[in-house]
């Protein structure tokens, strides 16, 4: 679930990592994120052996909840199968981060999933993009877009991003095998 905020206005600004490195790990894998249902865009593949969903909430971000409880409900998914992308002003720009529970760090997209769901145990991954000099000028930060110097950074840490989703994609997997086997199925 790549986190991000719909529409033309906010296409390639800071708070639209999530989305902008869900595009590029449905690009690469084949994934056609065409279709429209749960309040999002998605589409359904396969990546590294493993059937996924890959999904943009079209919500705002601080109402990324309700896509996420709409899909989790609806297909019956367990919270701790989801990996969430999204922006973290708290890591430099170029730098990822992986949790796989926790608290939201301001996150208000975070706030909504974890509220919504009544729970905080889900994987993300967090892409770095910096903070602004000026604590007040946050909101405007983040919904700005990224300086020419700044897109080869940003760039190579989609591609780190699309490498940790695959990764975990691949552990997640490997832990229902495992689980299968062990109860005898």
């Known amino acids: 679930m790549g986190l ?5 206005r906010y296409e390639l600004t800071r708070h639209n990592a999530g989305f902008l490195v869900a595009d590029n790990l449905a690009d690469k894998h084949q ?12 589409g359904d593949g396969e990546i590294c052996g493993v059937r996924v969903m890959v999904a943009k909430p079209m919500t705002y971000m601080n109402e990324s909840g309700k896509s996420v409880k709409a899909i989790l409900s609806a297909l019956k998914i367990d919270p701790n199968r989801v990996i969430v992308i999204h922006d973290d002003i708290d890591l ?8 796989n529970k926790g608290g939201d760090g301001g996150q208000l997209g ?8 009544q729970t905080r145990e889900f994987h993300r991954v967090r892409v770095g993009i910096g903070r602004p000099e000026d604590r007040d000028d946050i909101v405007d930060y983040v919904l700005s877009s990224f ?10 840490v989609i591609e780190q991003a699309v490498r940790a989703i695959e990764t975990t ?6 832990r229902k095998l495992q689980t299968e086997d062990e109860s005898g199925c």
């Open 110 to 117: 975070l706030r909504s999933i974890a509220g919504s769901l």
């Open 147 to 156: 300086q020419e110097e700044e897109m080869q950074l940003f760039n190579e």
């Open 169 to 174: 994609l691949l552990e997640l997997n490997n």
């Open 31 to 42: 994934i056609d994120l065409n279709r429209h249902k749960y309040r999002c865009q998605y």
């Open 92 to 99: 430099p720009l170029g730098k990822i981060k992986q949790k």
């Open 4 to 8: 991000g905020n719909p529409g033309p």
